[in-house]
């Protein structure tokens, strides 16, 4: 079967389309990302009228995009930027009606859950118990657990485009603003670093997000792995030499960097302080660069849900 999933993001607006069967790894087919940076146009914590024209243009670009497709299913998640804005309702109703999508607004504790769910999938069960760091745009997700669902899931108010617009006003930021921005995600993350380790030390600790994947390219290694796939790994020392001196560098500097693409250049420095700060508060000294994230939670789980007329799972 044919599956799309349109992840309507802080940053940007992301349709995956993937050819898919149950008990198969999904094979992506078609993939489309607008840059939209909502954050940008939330006015006294509400989506301008022109940061909703920018959505429902996006959105109905993806559609059109999505429709000859011919797809068995559709998914359309909104996460933080919609659900934290003080229209948000508004904002809902007014993208449902003008693309015709029926919007599925996931709570951060979710959002982590599928993310978590799809980096499991991904390294498979020996890598033991997981820690999961995830930065999107609005927020930060960090879950912990043994099984495909983590034993606990927490999101935070700290992705790399809302502490972007909170903490800097220069391009590079000013060196009291980067302080400021440090000091705030260690308060706000070993706030719950008790909560995490609680349910049990972590066997492995996986990054996903295009934030940490940049980072990673700029900063992290590639090893051999399974099956032909490469490993990339980011150490914290090698991230805590970067993250310094991508910071005294202008937007136009840090995009001729490796790995850092013109849609992350404006927030990657905020987005490498708070994953320091959370490498730092749980002892991490390295992780795991997982390709797979949200949208392909979102599709796993909808493939695990198929079952035949007998309500027997299909298993492919």
């Known amino acids: 079967m044919k599956l799309g999933v349109l992840d309507i993001g802080s940053n940007t607006v992301h349709l995956l389309i993937v050819d898919a069967r149950a008990g198969g790894r999904p094979n992506p087919e078609r993939s489309h990302k607008i840059v939209l940076r909502i954050m940008r146009y939330v006015e006294n914590d509400a989506i301008t009228v022109e940061g909703q024209d920018a959505l429902i243009r996006a959105v109905n670009d993806c559609v059109d995009i999505a429709d000859p497709e011919s797809l068995d299913d559709f998914f359309v998640m909104a996460t933080s930027a919609i659900r934290e804005a003080a229209n948000g309702d508004e904002v809902v109703a007014r993208i449902e009606r003008e693309t015709g999508v029926k919007l599925d607004i996931l709570a951060g504790e979710d959002e982590a859950k599928l993310t978590f769910l799809a980096v499991r999938r991904w390294f498979g069960w020996s890598a033991g118990r997981l820690m999961l760091f995830d930065i999107g745009g609005g927020s930060l997700e960090l879950a912990s657990g043994a099984d495909e669902f983590p034993d606990r899931a927490l999101s935070l108010p700290l992705g790399a485009g809302r502490v972007t ?112 700060e959370a490498m730092r508060a749980f002892k991490v000294r390295e992780l795991d660069v997982s390709p797979w994230a949200l949208r392909e939670g979102r599709i796993l789980t909808n493939l695990d849900l198929l079952v035949d007329k007998r309500g027997r799972p299909i298993l492919g």
């Open 165 to 276: 617009n909170h903490f800097f006003s220069s391009d590079p930021p000013r060196g009291k603003e980067i302080k400021r921005l440090r000091k705030h995600a260690r308060e706000i993350i070993e706030g719950v670093v008790d909560e995490l380790r609680e349910v049990g030390k972590p066997d492995h600790v996986v990054g996903s997000s295009k934030t940490i994947r940049s980072l990673a390219r700029l900063a992290g290694n590639m090893q051999p792995g399974v099956g032909g796939s490469d490993r990339v790994v980011l150490y914290r020392e090698q991230l805590e030499d970067w993250t310094p001196r991508i910071g005294k560098m202008d937007a136009v500097s840090r995009h001729q960097l490796p790995g850092i693409t013109e849609d992350r250049t404006f927030q990657i420095v905020g987005g490498a302080v708070v994953l320091l």
